[in-house]
């Protein structure tokens, strides 16, 4: 379990959609519009997905199917604040489902707030005992409270954590942590803005963990997309395949696994990129892996380098 | 509508004596029982009413934890927080919550008084006892000259463990210690929380066996904290605020022993009134012997290893000759005896009380204290002086 590992806040489940097939029998355009916003959803085409869903709920406000989507869109969207309401609603006007209570859980959950999420899902369970994604999600919460209440324990103090980040942030502008200590050590903590920035200034520009993200991101879109060149052309030359075994049939076999599902949807959740050298990054998260035929959630590292088409895969593993 | 009210009284009553450690035994006793809901109810409306109480988070996170997965080990701390934190830290308050639970189990027998207290003055209401293993100090009132075990409360002791020897080694001494003063919380920083009582190390024997060091506290703790670690103290002896203070009941300067042992010995009352009696037979003899003026037999009270901290045996017999030739009457009076034994020493006794002596000379009343030894089978002093 990696739950202390980082500082992660999502739940080993995220949130979930609402399939329920009696919600189904509307008019057939409000289904299909709904249809139409939940694969844009998925594709990751959320802005569009979302002009859909407010579409059907113009023609029809209280739509559970169609207020649920919009609850994950905004989600996506870090319209959370909304989608807390969306989903608070819900759960109102259908307590009797579980899954608005599970995803106000999640939410609730990214934002720390670790006991209203648990409130959540003991509400799940509550209205649907055998609700199993609840239950995984609560031993989460419970995970955290328990840290939490340990750090309380060992009166661990967030804004000494916090000073001392900032004061090794400082540490890495300065390059000589005396030098500036010498001077005024308390200003220095409180304003890292100010400090001197090293003479010597990096020659090449550094590295930005998002340009890593994005790496990460395209690969996995390519992966859901089945475009098996894309997935592939997100590998390094060098890439040392899982295996050993030779780069072509280690490409053969992966094409094959990617064109058999008739769908795939690859989720990246709760990434932390390390930087290891200016070229060199590692990306930690869960992958969480669906298709028509197998569903997979696994903790995955990539070590990733800079080379000259970007950000390439070297290595990939589950991660510890 | 009386018994109503009664009752009402009796409930609030409870309620107010059930201290956090009570509470704590009862969140265990839950866990025992298997009730992990109540556990979890129970430890989370102590962490409301003492949010600074740090070992009931350890439970509660334990609790919380047990539901996520099989726990490994009582305060089931993990991951980064392990890299943040130095172990000894978990370690403390797991030694905490064994100290606090065996306390609560393991009540002294009500037929056994400790070993320690063969009497007290009447003046004396109240006497500590410090139980260094147990990290536990036991008030006892006196009741007709006898102990009697009125309350008991968690402490923590010095850092580097009992028997302090010199300045600075952050230990606690053992020995047979009185109150010295009571500084008040408003003179002293947060530190000291409630408050404090200075006690009397280096006493004489401290002295002699050249232990050094000065500044032994029974004090309170911040109040970002509700207690501290079995070891954690510079050697000061450190109790929850709100136990601090209703020690302070207890306390009176210059009256109330504070005897620190490795443990506190039991004994039937028998065994400690056999002692007490043979003890304060060669008090008695001491006190005939020096109004007898028959100074040989007074000397003979004396131990070879005699100092009053000034003066050897030599010295003392020397001048106590001189003094004894030009009397012709002594009339000694003893009263408001108190004797206790010192821990770690065999058959070591400090005796206290008042001395009226009359002569044909000069009369004077001291305050006196004597540290006796039995020595080939006879009671002997050790030291003597005024208290």
């Known amino acids: 379990m990696q739950i202390f590992e980082t500082p992660r806040r999502g739940l080993r489940r995220g949130l979930v959609f609402l399939c329920l097939a009696a919600f189904w029998c509307a008019a057939p355009a409000r289904a299909d519009d709904l249809e139409e916003a939940s694969k844009l959803f998925k594709a990751g085409q959320r802005e569009q997905a979302l002009e859909r869903v407010n579409r059907v709920l113009a023609q029809k406000s209280g739509d559970p199917q169609a207020r649920f989507l919009k609850g994950l869109i905004l989600t996506e969207q870090g319209n959370t604040r909304e989608a807390i309401e969306i989903f608070t609603k819900l759960t109102q006007d259908y307590p009797n489902l579980p899954e608005p209570y599970n995803n106000l859980a999640v939410i609730y959950a990214s934002q720390g707030q670790y006991e209203k999420a648990r409130a959540s899902l003991e509400q799940s ?54 030098r500036v200590a010498a001077k005024e050590p308390a200003v220095a903590v409180a304003k890292p803005v100010e400090t001197p920035k090293p003479a010597a200034a990096p020659e090449k520009p550094a590295a930005n963990p998002a340009d890593v993200l994005k790496a990460v991101n395209a690969w996995a879109q390519a992966w859901s997309k089945k475009d098996v060149d894309g997935y592939l052309g997100a590998y390094a030359k060098d890439f040392k395949t899982p295996g050993g075994e030779a780069r072509a049939d280690w490409e053969k076999a992966r094409r094959a696994r990617i064109e058999a599902p008739k769908s795939i949807a690859v989720a990246i959740e709760s990434p932390k990129v390390t930087m290891q050298a200016n070229n060199q990054a590692s990306v930690t998260f869960r992958q969480n892996y669906r298709s028509d035929k197998l569903k997979s959630s696994s903790r995955k590292t990539l070590v990733m380098v800079n080379g000259e088409g970007g950000w390439k895969i070297q290595e990939e593993k589950a991660a510890k | 509508m009386r018994f109503a009210l009664l009752l009402l009284v009796f409930v609030s009553a409870s309620a107010l004596a059930a201290t956090p450690e009570d509470r704590l035994t009862n969140v265990f006793q839950s866990v025992e029982a298997n009730r992990l809901d109540e556990a979890l109810q129970r430890v989370d409306a102590l962490i409301h009413d003492y949010p600074n109480f740090r070992l009931a988070y350890l439970v509660r996170g334990d609790l919380l934890l047990a539901r996520a997965r099989p726990l490994q080990t009582f305060g089931n701390v993990q991951g980064n927080v392990l890299k943040t934190v130095p172990q000894e830290r978990i370690e403390g308050l797991r030694a905490e919550a064994l100290a606090r639970l065996r306390a609560q189990r393991q009540r002294p027998a009500d037929d056994l008084l400790p070993r320690a207290v063969l009497q007290l003055d009447p003046e004396q209401k109240h006497v500590l006892l410090v139980d260094s293993r147990r990290s536990r100090l036991y008030v006892f009132a006196n009741e007709g000259g006898k102990p009697h075990l009125v309350a008991d409360y968690y402490v923590t002791l010095g850092k580097n463990g009992m028997e302090k020897t010199r300045e600075g080694d952050q230990r606690t001494p053992i020995g047979v210690y009185f109150v010295t003063g009571v500084l008040p919380r408003s003179k002293l920083t947060d530190f000291y929380g409630a ?39 510079d050697g000061c002896i450190v109790l929850a605020n709100p136990d601090l203070e209703s020690v302070g009941r207890y306390v009176e300067v210059k009256r109330t022993p504070v005897i620190i042992a490795d443990e506190v010995e039991w004994a039937a009352a028998a065994e400690v009134e056999a002692e007490r009696a043979s003890l304060a037979a060669a008090l008695e003899q001491w006190r005939a012997d020096w109004q007898s003026r028959d100074t040989a037999r007074y000397l003979a009270h004396y131990s070879a290893r005699f100092s009053s901290g000034k003066q050897n045996l030599a010295a003392w017999a020397e001048h106590k000759r001189k003094v004894n030739a030009g009397k012709s009457w002594i009339q000694v009076g003893v009263s408001k005896v108190a004797m206790f034994r010192y821990p770690r020493e065999r058959d070591f006794v400090v005796v206290t009380f008042d001395q009226d002596y009359r002569s044909s000379g000069l009369s004077n009343r001291m305050a006196k204290r004597q540290y006796w030894i039995r020595e080939d089978g006879r009671w002997k002093i050790l030291y003597e002086g005024a208290a």
Do not use: C
């Not at chain 1, 369970?125 to 609700?131: A, D, F, G, L, V």
């Not at chain 1, 060992?154 to 000494?160: A, E, H, I, K, R």
């Open chain 1, 125 to 178: 369970i509550r209205t649907h005992p055998s609700y199993a994604t609840a239950y995984e999600n609560l031993g989460d919460v419970y995970a955290k409270l328990a840290s939490q209440a340990y750090d309380k324990a060992l009166q661990l103090d967030s804004t000494n954590t916090g000073a001392q980040q900032k004061l090794s942030l400082v540490r890495e502008l300065v390059g000589s942590p005396t």
């Open chain 2, 195 to 233: 408050g404090a009582f200075p006690i009397n190390y280096p006493n004489e024997w401290d002295r002699r066996m050249g232990r050094s060091g000065h500044g032994i506290w029974l004090h309170g703790v911040p109040a970002a904290l509700y207690s501290r670690p079995p070891r954690a103290s």
